[in-house]
């Protein structure tokens, strides 16, 4: 059975000398009842639905049912393409596929809830760009998603991954803890390294609300899962450059599930509160309600 702690997997990989995906491939095993080749693949199915749906939006304009989002993941390929991209080449191919998994989501289409829906876009953004960049293979990449399944288990375990009950903090912010351990292990880290990032990554969006306009996932979630997925890249680079968190990663889960049950209901994915709740977003919820 997977431990409930951040310590308690960081000891029993050091005893067994195993990084963060490989005591989630054998806990996933062990609880399927399954060979290690028919869970490596069935992840290898699951990142399969991550780059067609990083893809899909880039190449095609994908309007969402609501029309509040859709056809931007093309306009920062070509910003790129234009030279006007001041954050690179790596991170603007980041957002691009993080929005790209949002307006598809948004628009219906088949996406990975990892953890969430709404904050689909993060995790394949982070992993799929990270292992082009570093010429990773597949295997790489899908054992990344293995990691970042291990950091998602605890913060479920201990925490919450739903919106409605802990505010967008837990799923843009669970999602950008998981995609920096997740990096953190594809770059060669730690498995101390790997919280440390996934740690980070929470803190910076602690407190975060959630505040659909119109109560449907479309925004600001889509924005918040590009601001998502370079969150989780640049505590990567912070971890591995030698910067450390200060609070335990266990704490900081405990933190946030603190603060997402303080928040009111208001700010909870009620729509009644936040953005949603402006002269523009009420108007905007109005119209697509027809009231």
């Known amino acids: 059975m997977f431990v409930n702690s951040a310590r308690e997997v960081i000891r029993i ?10 005591y989630t491939i054998q806990m996933e ?8 080749e028919e869970v490596m693949e069935k992840m290898g199915k699951i990142l399969k639905v991550m780059k067609e749906s990083s893809q899909r939006g880039i190449d095609t304009e994908v309007i969402s049912v609501g029309g509040l989002i859709g056809g931007d993941a093309p306009k920062l390929i070509k910003g790129l393409n234009e ?6 080449d790596f991170l603007l ?43 990773l293979s597949e295997e790489s990449a899908i054992r990344g998603l293995f990691a970042a399944s291990g950091v998602g288990i605890l913060i479920a375990k201990n925490a919450t ?27 060669g880290g730690t498995v101390e390294e790997s919280f440390h990032a996934g740690a980070i990554a929470l803190k910076n969006i602690m407190g ?31 971890v591995l450059c030698g910067m450390r968190s200060l609070i335990p990663f266990d704490e900081v889960v405990k933190a946030m599930y603190k603060v997402g049950r303080q928040l009111p209901p208001e700010l909870r994915e009620t729509a009644m509160g936040g953005i949603a709740a402006t002269p523009t977003g009420i108007a905007l919820g109005k119209e697509i309600m027809g009231k």
Do not use: F
């Open 208 to 238: 975060l609300v959630c505040d659909p306009i119109a109560g449907l996932v479309e925004c600001p979630c889509a924005e918040r899962n590009v601001s998502g997925a370079v969150n989780a890249l640049i505590c990567s680079d912070m």
């Open 93 to 135: 191919k980041a957002m691009a596929r993080a929005l790209s998994c949002s307006e598809v989501n948004a628009a219906m289409g088949k996406i990975v809830a990892a953890p969430t829906a709404g904050s689909c876009g993060i995790l394949p953004a982070v992993i799929i760009t990270t292992a082009e960049a570093l010429k």
């Open 83 to 88: 030279g006007q991209a001041l954050c690179g």
């Open 161 to 187: 991954l739903a919106g409605a009950e802990g505010g967008c903090q837990a799923e843009c912010g669970s999602a950008a803890a998981m995609a920096a351990a997740a990096a953190v292990e594809m770059r």
């Open 29 to 36: 095993m062990e609880q399927s009842e399954k060979s290690r």
């Open 13 to 22: 990989c050091r005893e067994e000398k195993i990084s963060i995906s490989e």
